[in-house]
């Protein structure tokens, strides 16, 4: 080895490796990490991680955002259909008086929206699928657009895909089709669709099955060349709850525009939270509030949307909303509520929809998660080589506790170059780091990484960025969760495909030190250390 290292020779060191690499996955994998012993700069290191590995399951579904919970009892909307609703007002302008001695007859009373409802169901529930997600513990819902497989979901049901070997992503597709009696039945066959491109602005994704049903072409929705008009009678399908239902849900539109969310609110449910045990040990005050309102702004800020009274509900995400003609309105969204239990319901517009459409990927999208992508909430920030500048960053998911909140640790970050500008963050005397605002370190992403390990909820990932070109050409995968048995792959760059390289048995999710630059090495090495315990 070069003489640079202070370390011992490679093969002690390899072995060193192998001893170092099981108690770091262990605890990035332990279900809970207490706040007990927590410093300035955020939680104490374990000492010695605990023996036995509890992988972090975490039952992944829709994201409904801040101000959204669920439940119960929610009913449907009674509508009066406006031709019912219009005849009734010009029968109460216009009284006679029967004759005396006449008879009278009942006026009939035209059924109109129940045909046409049936009518949009039996047409375009075929279209709808249900789509697993999270390794089967979750699911969303979708449509299919042609006849050659493409569909239409949310992003934030496909950013919850399985990870393939290639880093490209997989769901699993249920579709169904109508029995004699007009009501859906599912296929027996299951199919894997891939996402070929996703707008997290817009929440849409793109994909397309990979393979279909022999014995019948494929149904598909159309869109509706008109736009959604407030007061006009729609329906959305979807598959809420736990079972393939394809549920219809009536309603009426109420609006269109984009969304502006009630700042109020969220400061007022912030207020709540920041005064509580919980977010009080976690540090949260006004910056924290006002990053919070501004992440949520991003996502559908200027996007175009519809509300209506169709009650959407966790599992309905990605469906389609249709106008009575069965076409295609809108992609059910998300639904929030008032303090006072007040509902809306939100549908991605249809126009959004045929701009993300325009154009189709001829591959499945490769997609490296990252640890920003990480469901996170609390991070902290050390200096393991204790030279005075912080290079490692550990990020943490909370849980309630008794009598502190517990954390789950998700994701871990090296800067091995030191080279990210802190100062606006870090308070220090000499060597010494007097206090740390780890926060808002992350809130900014003020810290560029040429390795990172994260859990994405189903396997670990490990990257490396060794030349700092903004790239991870170097990634392993380790589905099993205990560090071992790897698969590595490599990207000759930006844009460039993973191609998977031959592994051995004793590959590990870390890289090997050897192969790491040698004006970084010593750092790594000592990096290590810390997370084993030692010196």
Not at 246 to 253: D, F, N, R, T, Y
Request: hydrophobic share 40%; aromatic share 8%; with cysteine.
């Amino acid at each position: 080895m070069n003489a640079a290292v202070r370390f011992v020779d490679r093969n002690t060191l390899y072995h060193s490796l192998l001893v170092i690499v099981i108690p770091w996955v262990c605890f990035l994998t332990r279900p809970d990490v207490s706040l007990a012993g927590e410093q300035a700069a955020g939680p104490a290191l374990p000492s010695s991680p605990q023996s036995g590995i509890q992988r972090n399951r975490v039952i992944l579904g829709d994201k409904l955002g801040p101000l959204i919970f669920e439940r119960e009892g929610l009913t449907t909307p009674v509508i009066i259909p406006s031709e019912i609703a219009s005849t009734f007002i010009r029968g109460m302008r216009k009284v006679e008086q029967a004759k005396p001695g006449e008879k009278t007859a009942a006026a009939p009373f035209v059924r109109t929206r129940g045909p046409e409802l049936e009518q949009v169901y039996r047409a375009a529930s075929p279209s709808v699928v249900l789509i697993v997600i999270a390794g089967g513990q979750a699911h969303g819902s979708g449509f299919l657009i042609s006849r050659d497989g493409w569909l239409i979901t949310n992003h934030h049901v496909a950013e919850h895909a399985t990870l393939s070997d290639g880093l490209t992503r997989e769901v699993i597709v249920h579709l169904g089709r109508l029995n004699k009696d007009g009501l859906m039945e599912p296929l027996q066959q299951r199919f894997a669709a891939e996402v070929y491109k996703w707008d997290s602005k817009r929440d849409l994704a793109l994909l397309k099955l990979k393979g279909m049903p022999a014995d019948t072409p494929l149904p598909f929705l159309n869109l509706s060349e008109a736009n959604a008009k407030p007061g006009e009678d729609v329906a959305s399908l979807g598959h809420a709850g736990l079972s393939l239902m394809w549920a219809l849900k009536p309603g009426v539109v109420q609006a269109v525009g984009k969304y502006v969310l009630d700042s109020a609110a969220v400061f007022r449910t912030w207020d709540t939270k920041v005064s509580s045990a919980t977010a009080a040990s976690l540090g949260l005050g006004y910056e924290d509030v006002k990053k919070a309102v501004e992440s949520r702004l991003q996502t559908y800020g200027n996007v175009l949307l519809v509300q209506a009274t169709c009650p959407i509900l966790p599992g309905d995400s990605g469906g389609p909303l249709l106008n009575l003609k069965g076409e295609v309105i809108g992609v059910n969204a998300f639904c929030s509520y008032d303090e006072a239990g007040g509902r809306a319901n939100y549908f991605v517009h249809a126009t959004e929809l045929k701009e993300f459409m325009r154009e189709r990927p001829g591959e499945p999208m490769t997609y490296l998660p990252s640890l920003w992508d990480a469901e996170a909430d609390a991070c902290a920030v050390y200096d393991l080589d204790g030279d005075g500048k912080p290079e490692t960053m550990m990020i943490y998911k909370t849980t309630p506790g008794d009598p502190r909140p517990k954390m789950t640790l998700v994701g871990i970050g090296l800067d091995l170059s030191e080279r990210s500008d802190l100062s606006n963050y870090v308070v220090t005397l000499g060597d010494q780091i007097l206090k740390t605002d780890a926060p808002g370190i992350y809130q900014a992403r003020a810290m560029r990484f040429q390795e990172y390990i994260v859990n994405t909820g189903d396997a670990l990932i490990s990257a490396y960025d060794l030349n700092e070109d903004g790239h991870f050409e170097t990634v392993f995968l380790d589905r099993d969760m205990d560090g071992k048995n790897a698969i590595e792959l490599r990207s000759a760059g930006q844009g460039k495909p993973y191609q998977r390289q031959v592994s051995t048995a004793s590959s590990t999710i870390l890289l090997d030190s050897s192969r790491i630059p040698e004006q970084w090495r010593e750092r790594y090495e000592k990096v290590l250390k810390a997370f084993a315990g030692g010196s």
